[in-house]
């Protein structure tokens, strides 16, 4: 899971609910909502943040910021946007920038771009402001619920955690408590996240099960250790990344017990580099220094 962008996953959630987001920023529900491509004339446009819908009549531009700034600056960029969706769809146009984490950017940004007689206007929500109770009775927006406003952390997790456990498809409650972990990293503590969000329920995540059940069924033909060895392997290349030849092979030398365990604790891994300090752990010796 690591290297997913935020604004690309809040992007992924937009485009897969489009129509609880829409009814989000519009305060109604529309009866359709058509994901537009973002490719428009001039120049390229950063697709990774940005969502098109085209809602009843009209064109709901969505754009995820987590600072608020941006080069070019966020009010010239939304006035660009606006005229080029207006010459290419010919439809009223409704701008939200959805800023997800509190930062002086972000609690300073206008919602409006202004030069000589020009004025442009569109819409800021920035979450930090925003009532819990907004996303907490709408599976779909469950993950944004972790940014809402709130004095105590601890209760808005678990508020978050047990309205999870309502949605009553499997496969779309574990992507949604997948998504939930993820953002909530960018606000809270993740000792706080995995007491109360339960690091156990992100191994049933539809990514997690598939790439266990491609190396259980090699497992299968090859025994149970080099399978075990090839789980562990897929995990850890999805979570950092390539690593060298040489720590592969002191995984795959690994007893099954021992690679059990690394298992359970590659979920706490962020680089390499921490890879590096479980073996050498492992093998009662310090770990070796990193390549520069």
Request: aromatic letters at 8%.
């Amino acid at each position: 899971m690591s290297g997913i962008q935020t604004d690309n996953l809040c992007k992924y959630l937009a485009e897969k609910y489009p129509l609880d987001f829409a009814e989000w920023v519009l305060g109604q529900r529309p009866t359709e909502a058509e994901i537009l491509k973002t490719e428009l004339s001039i120049e390229p446009i950063r697709a990774d943040f940005v969502v098109f819908l085209k809602v009843d009549g009209c064109i709901l531009h969505l754009e995820f910021q987590t600072v608020g700034e941006s080069k070019p600056p966020v009010p010239l960029r939304m006035l660009d946007y606006f005229v080029r969706l207006y010459r290419k769809y010919g439809l009223p146009v409704v701008q939200v920038v959805v800023i997800l984490t509190e930062t002086a950017a972000g609690r300073s940004l206008p919602n409006e771009f202004r030069v000589g007689d020009t004025v442009h206007r569109y819409h800021v929500i920035r979450m930090w402001e925003q009532p819990p109770e907004l996303f907490l009775n709408h599976p779909a927006l469950l993950p944004l619920a972790v940014f809402s406003r709130t004095t105590n952390p601890n209760e808005l997790l678990t508020q978050v955690g047990e309205s999870i456990e309502t949605i009553a498809k499997p496969v779309e409650r574990r992507d949604i408590l997948t998504c939930t972990q993820i953002l909530a990293g960018l606000r809270f503590d993740q000792n706080l996240i995995r007491a109360i969000l339960r690091e156990r329920h992100m191994r049933e995540s539809v990514i997690y099960q598939e790439i266990l059940e491609e190396g259980r069924q090699e497992g299968r033909q090859e025994g149970r250790q080099e399978g075990e060895a090839k789980i562990v392997l897929r995990q850890l290349s999805r979570r950092l990344g390539l690593f060298s030849a040489d720590l592969k092979q002191r995984i795959e030398s690994l007893p099954v017990a021992r690679l059990e365990e690394l298992g359970d604790a590659l979920l706490d891994f962020h680089e390499v580099k921490d890879l590096e300090t479980w073996l050498a752990q492992e093998s009662g010796t310090s770990a070796p220094p990193t390549e520069s």
